[in-house]
């Protein structure tokens, strides 16, 4: 395969399932694979681990919102986590897709978790607060004047702690995740959208450079970022 160069973030490229006259089963295939897909690479585990578990509590309930949740794998399993430790999380996941919505609300049931279709900013007007912000491969699909947005959203929404987790571009990610994915993912869009979706996310110096004071970016592996901030 022709490696592109991936200096410069190609963020007028387009992923498939972004279209809406992409293929229905396809794109419902691309969301039960982004469960598999997910475990291996996001992280989330690890996150859940170190900067969300800690705070929780057997008595107290606190809550979480995943913005542009998806098909909802991620906030299923921070909710399925809190449930299996014994702890008391509730999960909101938001994603204005209405093919997203359908799918995440079709699956089985988790105790704490719902689904909406809504946008951060739609949360912030109605005067929403949550104990933690989070999404997952967001960042990528936004301009630097729509992340920027986001971050105001996430400020106003967040009683405690915002960790927006994404990809790093790099050459190494490009042709790992192109082998890693060949021989896998024939019936979805999963290999040419993740594809896209690298050449379109931020290094951690661009990512450094476009965010406020007050956030951080740090590295995680494979080729990870996580966009962090705490409230006060």
């Known amino acids: 395969m022709v490696l592109p160069s991936l200096r410069v973030r190609a963020h007028d490229a387009v992923e498939i399932m972004d279209s809406p006259l992409c293929d229905p089963t396809m794109l419902t295939r691309t969301y039960q ?5 997910n475990a291996v690479v996001s992280g989330w585990w690890g996150i859940y681990r170190r900067s969300i578990r800690p705070a929780l509590s057997t008595t107290t309930e606190l809550t979480l919102l995943d913005v542009g949740s998806g098909g ?13 430790d014994g702890l008391r999380l509730r999960v909101t996941g938001i994603d204005p897709d209405a093919r997203a919505h359908v799918f995440a609300t079709s ?20 005067g929403e607060h949550y104990d933690f912000v989070v999404s997952n491969h967001v960042l990528h ?40 994915t060949w021989p ?49």
């Open 33 to 37: 694979d982004f469960r598999v897909v």
């Open 72 to 84: 909802g794998d991620v906030s299923r399993a921070l909710a399925g986590w809190a449930v299996r």
């Open 107 to 126: 699956q089985p049931k988790i105790a704490g978790l719902t689904f909406r279709r809504a946008l951060s900013s739609d949360l912030v007007a109605e």
């Open 141 to 180: 699909h936004l301009s630097v004047d729509e992340l920027k947005g986001l971050l105001v959203d996430s400020e106003s929404l967040a009683r405690r702690r915002v960790l927006h987790a994404d990809l790093e571009r790099s050459n190494f990610a490009y042709l790992g995740f192109a082998a890693a």
């Open 184 to 232: 896998f993912f024939r019936h979805s869009y999963i290999r040419p959208d993740g594809l896209t979706s690298i050449q379109r996310s931020y290094t951690a110096v661009e990512l450094r450079a476009a965010v406020p004071v007050g956030w951080t970016v740090s590295r995680g592996r494979p080729s990870r970022l996580v966009l962090g901030w705490d409230a006060a």
